[in-house]
């Protein structure tokens, strides 16, 4: 089973860029669909974006939609979330997940793994 440690949040201005990375460990991480989820303070934790095992399939939730987009590395056993455009109502505890499967959607039920989060901020 692979270990997932997240990096790159942040304090950000609205408006501007910031790009997430997910490390696993172990070597089966191309055997596992991906996906990132938030949480803001007081609420749920929420889907934000998915891909498949080899990238050809990817799933966003409607309110990031042009704006984020999810990729990986299988080479370097890394996941990004890069978003653009921030806004403040981005701000939350992102998290990236592992699930043992080619495909992966919008239901935490569907992963096995989880990372222990990083924060970002936006600022209006």
């Known amino acids: 089973q692979v270990q997932l440690v997240e990096s790159g949040g942040g304090l950000v201005q609205a408006g501007g860029s910031l790009r997430l990375s997910c490390v696993a460990s172990?070597?089966?991480?191309?055997?596992?669909?991906m996906g990132w989820f938030r949480q803001a303070p007081g609420k749920e934790r929420d889907f934000v974006a998915s891909?498949?095992?080899?990238?050809?399939?990817?799933v966003y939730t409607d309110s990031v939609k042009g704006r984020f987009t999810i990729s990986r590395d299988n080479a370097k056993n890394t996941l990004y979330l890069q978003m653009n455009n921030v806004k403040p109502e981005d701000t939350a505890v992102y998290y990236c997940a592992g699930a043992r499967s080619y495909y992966s959607g919008s239901y935490e039920s569907q992963y096995d793994v989880w990372g222990q989060g990083t924060q970002v901020t936006v600022s209006s």
């Open positions: 172990g070597r089966t991480f191309s055997r596992y669909a």
């Open positions: 891909i498949s095992w080899s990238a050809d399939s990817t």
